[in-house]
């Protein structure tokens, strides 16, 4: 059994600064540069994210990099539709206006929507 003590996530960007600027000016995350030349973002219960530069050699990953779990979607979509951040559009899933995929029924999933950073990567938004 493997003992830590700490465990955290991470993912590249193409340019850390860039990704500072968006995942906490944007999106208003706490989020700061470290030494190591990228950035780390602070989650709840004390989780962090690594994001590590990698320049040209970065290419976006093929999921979803980070779900944040928001209390109302129509006002954090309003606020990034504000900011210039336009929600992403996938085929299969129906979506509203502003790109939000809406459930009824929690079985068939949440209502989520997704957005992408500088980079590219994608981040999904859920409605709790």
């Avoid at 962090?48 to 976006?60: D, L, M, Q, R, S």
């Amino acid at each position: 059994m493997v003992t830590t003590l700490r465990s955290f996530s991470g993912f590249s960007v193409d340019d850390a600064e860039t990704a500072l600027r968006f995942y906490r000016d944007t999106l208003g995350l706490p989020a700061r540069a470290n030494d190591m030349g990228g950035l780390e973002i602070e989650l709840t219960e004390g989780s962090t994210v690594f994001v590590y530069p990698k320049g040209e050699a970065h290419a976006p990953a093929s999921y979803t990099v980070l779900n944040l779990v928001v209390p109302d979607i129509d006002a954090v979509v309003a606020e990034l539709e504000a900011a210039g951040v336009s929600l992403l559009r996938y085929p299969g899933f129906e979506q509203d206006e502003h790109g939000v995929a809406r459930s009824s029924d929690p079985a068939q999933g949440p209502t989520i929507g997704w957005i992408a950073d500088p980079a590219g990567n994608v981040i999904g938004l859920i409605q709790d």
